[in-house]
Protein backbone atom coordinates (compact mmCIF):
# COMPACT_ATOMS: atom_id res chain seq x y z
CA UNK A 1 0.00 0.00 0.00
CA UNK A 2 1.53 3.22 -1.16
CA UNK A 3 1.55 6.10 1.58
CA UNK A 4 3.34 9.86 0.39
CA UNK A 5 4.46 11.94 3.52
CA UNK A 6 5.12 15.51 2.57
CA UNK A 7 6.30 17.91 5.08
CA UNK A 8 8.67 21.50 5.36
CA UNK A 9 5.43 23.45 4.50
CA UNK A 10 5.03 27.09 6.28
CA UNK A 11 4.70 30.68 6.47
CA UNK A 12 6.94 32.83 4.54
CA UNK A 13 7.33 36.19 3.56
CA UNK A 14 7.67 36.83 -0.56
CA UNK A 15 11.06 36.38 -2.01
CA UNK A 16 11.83 33.71 0.47
CA UNK A 17 12.71 29.84 0.62
CA UNK A 18 11.38 26.61 1.42
CA UNK A 19 12.36 23.44 0.78
CA UNK A 20 9.66 20.87 0.77
CA UNK A 21 10.42 16.94 1.80
CA UNK A 22 8.33 13.77 0.75
CA UNK A 23 9.15 10.46 1.58
CA UNK A 24 7.12 7.25 0.75
CA UNK A 25 6.21 3.84 1.30
CA UNK A 26 5.43 1.58 -1.77
CA UNK A 27 7.17 3.52 -4.21
CA UNK A 28 10.84 3.23 -4.82
CA UNK A 29 11.40 6.86 -5.80
CA UNK A 30 14.85 5.79 -8.20
CA UNK A 31 12.53 3.43 -9.64
CA UNK A 32 9.51 5.77 -10.80
CA UNK A 33 8.90 9.29 -12.37
CA UNK A 34 7.48 11.10 -9.69
CA UNK A 35 6.42 15.17 -9.43
CA UNK A 36 4.97 17.99 -6.58
CA UNK A 37 1.68 19.14 -7.30
CA UNK A 38 -0.29 21.70 -5.98
CA UNK A 39 -4.00 23.31 -5.19
CA UNK A 40 -4.77 26.62 -3.97
CA UNK A 41 -8.20 27.32 -2.88
CA UNK A 42 -10.52 27.10 -5.62
CA UNK A 43 -8.44 25.67 -8.08
CA UNK A 44 -7.78 22.42 -9.42
CA UNK A 45 -3.97 20.53 -8.35
CA UNK A 46 -1.55 21.54 -10.83
CA UNK A 47 2.21 19.52 -11.32
CA UNK A 48 4.49 22.07 -11.10
CA UNK A 49 7.54 19.57 -10.58
CA UNK A 50 8.46 16.59 -12.37
CA UNK A 51 11.62 14.15 -12.39
CA UNK A 52 11.80 10.81 -14.88
CA UNK A 53 13.83 8.14 -13.45
CA UNK A 54 16.97 8.95 -15.65
CA UNK A 55 16.49 12.03 -13.36
CA UNK A 56 15.62 14.80 -16.03
CA UNK A 57 13.26 17.37 -14.44
CA UNK A 58 10.58 19.50 -16.06
CA UNK A 59 8.49 22.13 -14.52
CA UNK A 60 5.38 24.50 -14.86
CA UNK A 61 6.46 27.41 -16.55
CA UNK A 62 4.82 29.52 -13.27
CA UNK A 63 7.90 28.21 -11.02
CA UNK A 64 10.69 27.65 -14.01
CA UNK A 65 13.96 29.34 -12.64
CA UNK A 66 12.28 29.50 -9.02
CA UNK A 67 11.60 25.62 -7.80
CA UNK A 68 14.24 22.78 -8.32
CA UNK A 69 13.08 19.09 -7.69
CA UNK A 70 15.87 16.66 -6.66
CA UNK A 71 15.84 13.12 -5.27
CA UNK A 72 17.61 11.27 -2.69
CA UNK A 73 17.58 7.20 -3.88
CA UNK A 74 18.80 6.43 -0.42
CA UNK A 75 16.67 7.91 1.64
CA UNK A 76 13.68 7.52 -0.98
CA UNK A 77 12.80 11.02 -0.41
CA UNK A 78 12.00 13.74 -3.00
CA UNK A 79 12.60 17.43 -2.24
CA UNK A 80 11.19 20.80 -3.73
CA UNK A 81 13.45 23.51 -3.17
CA UNK A 82 11.48 26.48 -4.10
CA UNK A 83 13.17 29.93 -4.01
CA UNK A 84 11.63 33.24 -4.64
CA UNK A 85 8.55 32.35 -3.60
CA UNK A 86 5.05 34.65 -4.33
CA UNK A 87 1.90 35.01 -2.57
CA UNK A 88 0.38 33.35 -5.82
CA UNK A 89 2.69 30.28 -4.60
CA UNK A 90 0.02 29.67 -1.54
CA UNK A 91 -1.28 26.27 -1.98
CA UNK A 92 -1.29 22.47 -0.47
CA UNK A 93 1.59 20.69 -1.94
CA UNK A 94 1.88 17.08 -2.52
CA UNK A 95 3.97 14.29 -4.16
CA UNK A 96 3.11 11.68 -6.33
CA UNK A 97 4.04 9.75 -9.09
CA UNK A 98 3.65 12.02 -12.13
CA UNK A 99 2.25 11.15 -14.59
CA UNK A 100 -0.20 9.81 -12.09
CA UNK A 101 -1.21 6.51 -11.96
CA UNK A 102 -5.37 5.60 -11.78
CA UNK A 103 -7.07 5.72 -7.99
CA UNK A 104 -3.55 7.10 -7.20
CA UNK A 105 -3.74 7.70 -3.25
CA UNK A 106 -2.68 10.89 -1.68
CA UNK A 107 -0.57 12.04 1.48
CA UNK A 108 -1.84 14.65 3.46
CA UNK A 109 -0.03 17.43 1.92
CA UNK A 110 2.11 20.34 2.96
CA UNK A 111 0.77 24.30 3.22
CA UNK A 112 2.82 26.93 2.08
CA UNK A 113 1.49 30.10 2.60
CA UNK A 114 3.12 33.33 1.31
CA UNK A 115 2.41 36.74 2.43
CA UNK A 116 3.39 39.88 0.51
Known amino acids: QVQLVESGGGLVQAGGSLRLSCTAS????????IGWYRQAPGKQRELVAG???????NYADSVKGRFTISRDNVKNTIYLQMNSLKPEDTAAYYC??????????WGQGTQVTVSS
Open 26 to 33: GITFSTAA
Open 96 to 105: NRAPLWAAAP
Open 51 to 57: MNVAGDA
